[in-house]
């Protein structure tokens, strides 16, 4: 059994133990869940990238390919980081 302490702030550090079974690292997100004997099973939020399909989908809104999202991107990125060119003086010559 792995046990945890409860600081003052509410917080715990989970046990390596726990973080390797669960396959844990840091920014993962954890389900509590409340059982009906009273006790509390700990979940790891994990979703692959096609369980996420769709997430962003609004009502009327068009789809928009990958390549279409590279493309506004990199229009964004070259317009962005586009230097003005400075006007020259010509030397007399």
């Given at each position: 059994?792995?046990?945890?302490?409860?600081?003052?702030?509410?917080?715990?550090?989970?046990?390596m133990?726990?973080?390797?079974?669960?396959?844990?690292?840091?920014g993962d997100v954890m389900d509590f869940v409340f059982l009906p004997d009273g006790s509390v099973s700990v979940r790891a939020v994990k979703r692959d990238l096609l369980?996420?399909?769709?997430?962003?989908?609004?009502?009327?809104?068009?789809?928009?390919?990958?390549?279409?999202?590279?493309?506004?991107i990199r229009a964004r990125a070259v317009k962005r980081h586009a230097r003005p060119r400075k006007p020259t003086a010509r030397r007399p010559g």
């Open positions: 059994m792995a046990r945890s302490k409860l600081t003052s702030k509410g917080q715990t550090t989970i046990p133990a726990v973080r390797e079974r669960l396959g844990l690292s840091v369980s996420l399909e769709g997430m962003l989908a609004k009502p009327g809104r068009p789809v928009v390919t990958l390549e279409e999202m590279d493309d506004a």
